[in-house]
Structures are given as structure tokens and as C-alpha cells.
């Protein structure tokens, strides 16, 4: 098959050949028809994980159609339309039984732990655990977000934060996890805030949902949330992963609000400072986001195909295998508008 691999941490991704996949006993090989590309993604190349190791495909939001099966699968059938998200479960330890299967103890992340879908096929481990059958409704392209970052968003306002009509939603970073985030919460019904430090990424937001979008190049958007909700906003969701942009959205909730963390803190930004005076005195919740079971896809699906939200909107660019490697540089600089979406393989 053909796959962007690369060498050596921040080289290059040239395309080439590889031996297919094999499914194992009850896994699925997955033709990819569609894969964006991440800021995790990103990280691995930068080697910020130590789980990857070069030579490596990186890889891991993704759509396309089952071509292969191991014997014991048992939910699914060849040419399926289907997604997966990032973080594979077993399906037998405590976790996984207790419906958290994106908590597994034995968690398998494509592009991570194994190659990913910078490819024309990628793995997928315990098929009848992790694969999602896709809705006709849903192109591939629209729907490779689904394993990642708009099922990240998802999981996010709905699970952690139980965002609730008319209330207001702070984003902070409108790339691909906070324009989801805000389209999500738009469809909701809350009043959404988005920020970012790249004034360009606004108008796109504002499309999205947003009621009020903020330039943080140029205002301090602790004291802009401020202004705009009087009362500090009632969820905020740090869709970076910077402590800066971290401790801003905690320290721009109102009494009793609660902060998510979705956006990952890696390398030497993994243990940032955070501002517990402020959670203690309005009785802030703080808590994380690791990506969503797939146990809840039905909820995400049924969300989605309500016709509430047209995801492809989200989409900024659809690239070749080939630009892979200058897209991962672009991440770096947070350079995307949009989401960038691999549709030729
Ligand atoms: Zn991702
Ligand atoms: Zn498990």
C-alpha cells in the first residue's frame, strides 16, 4: 500500500510502499477514503509521544470502508462504510465493560500505537468494539472528524459539560477541535464565545455559531469574556492545549462554571500551572476530555444527522497523501483554517 512515512521525528513524509495490514483474529483493515490531519498527529511527528516511534505512519481520524476481517468478528461486514475513534478499547477490561471503552487499559490508538491512516489502509484492533458503521447521509470526508476532534468536541459539551440551552460557551482556539466545539455548541443553543490568538480564524467561527468572537492578539479575552457575559461564561473548553490558553479559559468562568480540558498539554508543557485560587472560590469544575467511547456514537450520529449540523463545513482543505508532510509543518504554526482533510491516496 501506499503511506506517508516518516524517518525520523520532524523529517519529511515521503510516500511508500508498505505491506498491507493484515485483521488479525478480530480486528478490520480499513480502506481509507478520508483522514484529517490533527494537532496530535502533529505532536507524534514532533515526538512529543512516547509512543511513536520512526520509522512511522502517523494517522489516526479517519473514514472508509472495510476490506478485510479477522474470523471472530462477528458485527460487520467487507464494504461497510465505517469510522473509528482514535482511542481503540478491548472490549474486555474494566473500562471498556464499564462502557468507557476510550479509557481502556489496554488502549490501541492508531497512528500511535501502530501505523496510522496516512495510508491507503490502516488497522483497526477488536472490530466489534471500535467500528462505527457510517450513515449514508455522511460523506467520508465529513465524516473522518467524527473519530477525533468533532467527536472529541462532542463528548466535551454534551458528556463533561452537560452544556445546557441559553447558557454561554467560551472557546478558546478556533482549529479544528474548537470550530467543532462551536458548531456543537451553537446547535445546543448556547450563547458561544470563540477566541483566538490568529485573528484570520474568526470570520470562520462566526460562521460556525458564534455569537461574539474575540481577538486575543490584541485584548486580554479573560477580560473580554468578562465584558461580554458580566458574569463570566459558564463553560470553557481550551481547544489548544497551551497553558496559557488553559488558565484563561478557567480563570474566565463565572461562579460555578465548568472548565474542559480537551486540547493535549504534552512534553514540556504537560504539568502547567493552573489557577486554584479561582477554582476553589467560585467553585469551578475542571475536568478532561480523552476522545468519546464508541459506545456513545449513536448519540453523536443521531445529533449530526438530525440535520442539525453540516460538518462539512468544518472542512478548510482536502489535500493529497503527498502534502502530508507540509500540512504536519503547517500544524506547527497553527497555520490551518479549517480542517484539512487527505482524500487522495
Ligand atoms: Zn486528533
Ligand atoms: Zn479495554
Not at 166 to 183: H, K, P, Q, W, Y
Request: glycine fraction near 12%; hydrophobic fraction near 45%.
Amino acid at each position: 500500500m501506499r503511506a506517508a512515512q516518516f524517518q525520523a521525528f520532524e523529517g519529511p513524509l515521503p510516500v511508500t510502499q508498505l505491506p498491507d495490514p493484515e485483521p488479525g483474529d478480530d480486528g478490520a483493515v480499513v480502506e481509507v477514503r478520508a483522514t484529517g490531519v490533527c494537532r496530535s498527529d502533529w505532536h507524534a511527528w514532533m515526538g512529543h509521544d512516547p509512543t511513536v516511534h520512526p520509522p512511522h505512519v502517523p494517522g489516526h481520524e479517519f473514514a472508509g470502508e472495510v476490506v478485510a476481517l479477522g474470523k471472530e468478528v462477528r458485527g460487520h461486514q467487507p464494504g461497510e462504510r465505517v469510522t473509528a475513534p482514535f482511542c481503540c478499547g478491548c472490549g474486555r477490561c474494566e473500562a471498556c465493560a464499564s462502557g468507557h471503552q476510550n479509557l481502556c487499559h489496554h488502549e490501541y490508538q492508531p497512528g500511535f500505537d501502530g501505523p496510522g491512516s496516512f495510508a491507503e489502509y490502516v488497522f483497526v484492533p477488536h472490530a466489534d468494539v471500535n467500528l462505527v458503521r457510517l450513515p449514508e447521509v455522511l460523506g467520508f470526508d465529513e465524516a473522518a472528524s467524527l473519530g477525533c476532534r468533532f467527536m472529541t468536541s462532542f463528548a466535551a459539551l454534551v458528556d463533561k459539560a452537560r452544556l445546557a440551552p441559553g447558557e454561554t460557551l467560551a472557546v478558546f482556539g478556533c482549529g479544528g477541535l474548537g470550530l467543532s466545539a462551536v458548531m456543537i455548541g451553537a446547535a445546543l443553543g448556547a450563547e458561544v464565545i470563540a477566541i483566538d490568538v490568529d485573528p484570520s480564524k474568526l470570520p470562520r467561527a462566526a460562521d460556525l455559531g458564534a455569537r461574539q468572537v474575540i481577538d486575543a492578539s490584541r485584548t486580554d479575552p479573560v477580560e473580554a469574556v468578562w465584558n461580554l457575559t458580566r458574569a463570566g461564561a459558564q463553560v470553557s473548553l481550551d481547544a489548544v492545549g497551551d497553558p496559557g490558553s488553559a488558565a484563561a479559559a478557567v480563570r474566565s468562568l463565572g461562579r460555578r462554571g465548568r472548565h474542559v480540558q480537551a486540547g493535549l498539554l504534552l512534553g514540556g508543557q504537560a504539568h502547567p500551572p493552573m489557577p486554584m485560587l479561582e477554582v476553589i472560590k467560585r467553585e469551578l469544575t475542571v475536568v478532561g476530555v480523552h476522545g468519546m467511547a464508541a459506545s456513545r456514537y449513536p448519540a453523536l450520529l443521531a445529533f449530526v444527522t438530525a440535520g442539525r449540523l453540516d460538518v462539512g463545513r468544518l472542512i478548510g482543505r482536502r489535500i493529497g497523501l503527498e502534502d502530508a508532510g507540509a500540512e504536519l509543518s503547517a500544524m506547527g504554526a497553527f497555520a490551518q483554517q479549517g480542517l484539512s482533510i487527505i482524500t487522495r491516496f
